[in-house]
């Protein structure tokens, strides 16, 4: 158990030290601080001007800046987690094939499985960076404002679970293919498909309307969004990671076999 801690650790780090010592991490972490600083600015001026008119009925008093302010840029971070991922997943896999580095990979004296672990350890650690460049300017609005900390953090919690369903995706299919371009473009297409499969439901019949708005990802996260944390999105995340994984396992194991 021990050597398999050690060795999961070992390719995380691999992982995420890879992204760092390229311009890959830094120029994706100050594309999305910049885009977040973005819908920040524009939602806090939004902000600030309805609770100096008064229009919301009694002016500042009536603003909740957890739900005018913070729910909406969340879900607006969730947009650009979508295109952003598939940047970061596309390499996973796919660079080492191109390489040719896969071939000692899979020699190597560890498992798939530890292969599969620490890689998406590695690269959701990134996304986890990602989201700590957000961190400053929500700890502007404590510094000068009181919002309730418990709805952030279930809607912190609802863009991990998620930017962990993106990533053991994009690990997928990244290992599908030796073109990062490929996987990239692949990436996104599906995890596009899962973000707007809830709108065919409004034309589908009971059954398939059901199972549908059950597949979609922005369903499961709204209620985080709105501070809401229920086992069965929780549920819903972890079981989608587990899957993504389990075909990622598949997939190097059918690489195994062939090399």
Known sequence: ?????????????????????????????????????????????????MSMSGDMGGGMQAMNVNDRM????????????????????????SEEKRSGTIELLLTSPVTDVEIICGKFLGTFGLYIALLGTTVLYLAILFFYGNPEWKPLLAGYLGLALMGGTFVSIGLFISSTTKSQIVSGFATFAVLLLLWVINWMAESSGPTASAILSYLSITQHFDDFARGIIDTKHVVFYLSFISFGLFLTLKSVDTERWRG
């Open 1 to 49: 158990m021990g050597n398999t801690f050690r060795n999961i650790s070992t390719i995380a780090r691999k992982e995420l030290r890879s992204y760092f010592t390229s311009p890959i991490a830094w120029v994706l972490m100050g594309f999305f601080a910049l885009i977040f600083g973005w819908f920040y600015v524009n939602y806090l001026d939004y902000f600030v001007r």
């Open 70 to 93: 913070i729910r909406p840029l969340l879900s607006n971070a969730s947009v650009i987690v979508l295109f952003l991922l598939p940047m970061i997943t596309m390499r996973t896999y």
